[in-house]
């Protein structure tokens, strides 16, 4: 059994209330730092955790949190990601449902590391019935003394908010987001200058997913140092991952990272191998945006060793043979999979969602799903594939947003791996 | 200051200059393009990606190149930065790539369109374009729509630039004008098709690069090539009241403000100069205004042409037809 540092209570009877938490020893963090720790401590126990962002781009969180502007005379905010709408991604929307105190927690204690006096989780409006959640648990902490003015007695006072957006992923991105909460359209800006510097209000902003925040809790308990024994190389920790698929217990675990591909998917205490006694074939290893991989590549590098749930194994061999961690939406394929099919559901998604600033993604995603439809539906021809890649290639990094890559990514990807199904897909000759 | 090199043109420009600009300051076909940038207005550019360059050394202190091909109308120079349009093939490919996407749900009516032959977009696509396309779907269209009594959308020929926007925003102090929906579908509007009246809404229009926006004072009266552009002027309270008249004989077919070489407005002028002021006895004719010979508007003629220069262009291009290697560079280019 792997170490269990976010979920460890989350089948404990009554955890989401502010009582059962606390006797379970939540609060702990906020009391340590607040009491006995400067907030650059803090920041230091973070950054030698190795924590990486666990909204898809692992970026280190201490590094992002020591570029945040402290000259400037504004305010500083710390922005809570919890927009989760990357397709195959649930783990979020799992956490806050029912341990709403560790957010909040995590949310006390990064605050006081980056002295933001007020604090907002902006959350997918499809998440609704977690916003009432989050708030019944956000009093809680108001009425006893964790939120508010001086904290537990101590001179730092934080107010915290909740805000939910309209139903966009685009809004997960995070300039769009910080867009999106000061009430105006949910457009990406263009960087630089990036958040740390002018980001909610034009002032200095952190953003960070719900899990990054919630890992801050452990991490200052245990200390950074501890944190970082658990896991491989610089991807350190623990992960929750969101299995889905033709798996037999799909579900949200929580993950030492280290552990084999292999052992994740086929051992009985996560995935528990494929259903219907049917073979593997595919697998998108960390949510819908990052490249597909056929069995033989995402069991094994192209090298040959065994692929582990890490940042940098799961990145070997680039993108030829290689995927990404991503936010951890791991979707299992067993063998009867239409690939061409799932393209198209993701190609639609991305069209669905581009918020149409810039023109490549505007038009391109858009093109790649007609394509892809044509070919799902049987009236695509052989030059169509091609045609594809090469809208995909003239996308991927001539766009303001990452979005635009996130689209591109898996059309590369499954037609590298899996050509012949396109090809069988497509028509020979159209009969006119 | 900072000292930079584009395709190996050194210039020196302010801190804070923008590529695009800097480039400017060079001038000629080193120039990346823009569709959606317009300097006079704050916040635009970076959207429509066709200004992308590769910036190979991001500056002299540190050399490394950007990860990505940069929007050059947004991203600030460096001192010793080295900037790459025309010489790096990754920029044309790209920018070939951004052209099609620009004119992938374009409908491609200039036959019918106001615009024609003063469109930034035909413009762009006859340099850098593809003379066919790949696109096999429907296009997109629209409804057309009425933005006050003098001002046209026409949103299926819209690329979203997002430059009227902006002028709705900072030349009135009411901002009744947006975008609204999301990725291809998102459409420019008023929402409840409300009228946009404010004294300066007409410069809508000019800084429209395709004929998304047109003035219904001038909509298909004549086709731009017909008329000639003078330089005029007025007295007028509210604006500068410098325009450029379009004349065919003695008539104003319509008046706009004046475009500088990269198609941008630098004084706006008012609703009265624009749709009220129609008769020359208005206006001081300052003389013919000065269009770019690659310019359609220019097979006009109606500024004095060189004939010997012509003749040897002519006697150049014969030589071509005959299978002979071109003598020398077109001289009309040169000049
Ligand atoms: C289109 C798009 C959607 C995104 N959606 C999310 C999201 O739903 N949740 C999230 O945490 N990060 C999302 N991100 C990543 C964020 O921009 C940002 O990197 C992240 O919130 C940073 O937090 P972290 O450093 O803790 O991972 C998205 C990025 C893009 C480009
Ligand atoms: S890449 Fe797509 S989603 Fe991102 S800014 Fe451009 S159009 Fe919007
Ligand atoms: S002109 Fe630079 S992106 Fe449009």
Known sequence: MGKKLLLEHINEPGIETFDVYRKKGGYASVEKALKTMTPDAVTEEVKRSGLRGRGGAGFPSGMKWSFIDKKSDKPRYLVCNADESEPGTFKDRYLMERLPHLLIEGMITSSFALGAKTSYIYIRGEYMYIVRILERAIDEAYANGFLGKNILGTDYSLDLYVHPGAGAYICGEETALLESLEGKRGNPRLKPPFPAIAGLYASPTVVNNVETIAAVVPIINMSGDEYAKIGVGKSTGTKLISASGHINKPGVYEIELGLPVEEFIFSEEYCGGVWKDRRLKAVVAGGSSVPILPTELILTTAKGEPRLMTYESLSDGGFATGTMLGSGGFIVMDETTDIVKNLYTFARFYHHESCGQCSPCREGTGWMEKILHRLHHGHGKKEDIDVLVDVAKKIEGNTICPLGDAAAWPVASAVRHFRKEFEAAAVEELLV | ?335
């Open chain 2, 1 to 335: 200051m900072a000292k930079l090199t584009i395709d190996g043109v050194e210039v020196e420009v302010a801190d804070g200059t923008t590529i695009l600009n800097a480039a400017r300051q060079i001038g000629g076909e080193l120039v990346p393009p823009a569709m959606c940038y317009y300097s006079s207005l704050k916040e635009t550019g970076g959207k429509c990606r066709v200004c992308l360059v590769k910036v190979a050394q991001g500056s002299g202190k540190d050399p490394r190149p950007m990860p990505k091909l940069v929007a050059s109308c947004r991203t600030p120079v460096a001192d010793g930065m080295v900037v790459q349009n025309l010489t790096s093939p990754e920029v044309l490919e790209a920018r070939k790539g951004v052209v099609e996407f620009l004119l992938l749900n374009h409908p491609l009516d200039c036959p019918i369109c106001d615009q024609a032959g003063e469109c930034d977009l035909q413009n762009l696509a006859y340099e850098h374009g593809a003379s066919t396309t790949r696109y096999e779907e429907d296009r997109r269209t629209f409804e057309k729509i009425d933005i006050g009594d003098k001002i046209k959308l026409h949103m299926t020929r819209c690329i979203l630039c997002y430059r009227c926007t902006f002028v709705a925003d900072q030349l009135t102090n009411n901002r009744v004008h947006g975008v609204l929906g999301r990725g291809d579908k998102s459409e420019i509007s008023t929402y409840i098709q409300k009228a946009v009246d404010n004294d300066f809404s007409g410069n809508m229009i000019d800084v429209c690069p395709v004929g998304a926006l047109t003035d219904k004072t001038f909509r298909f009266k004549s086709r731009v090539w017909f008329t000639k552009p003078m330089d005029a002027h007025r007295s007028c309270t509210k604006c500068s009241g410098k325009v450029v008249l379009w004349m065919k004989g003695d008539d104003v077919l319509r008046v706009s403000a004046r475009k500088d070489q990269y198609g941008e407005v630098k004084e706006y002028i008012c609703n009265e100069c624009r749709f009220d002021h129609k008769s020359v006895g208005d206006w001081t004719v300052e003389g013919p205004r000065h269009i770019d010979r690659h310019s359609v508007i220019s097979q006009n003629h109606y500024e004095k042409i060189d004939l010997q220069k012509l003749k040897k262009e002519v006697e150049r291009q014969l030589e071509f037809q005959k299978g002979k290697p071109l003598p020398e560079s077109n001289p009309l280019l040169n000049s």
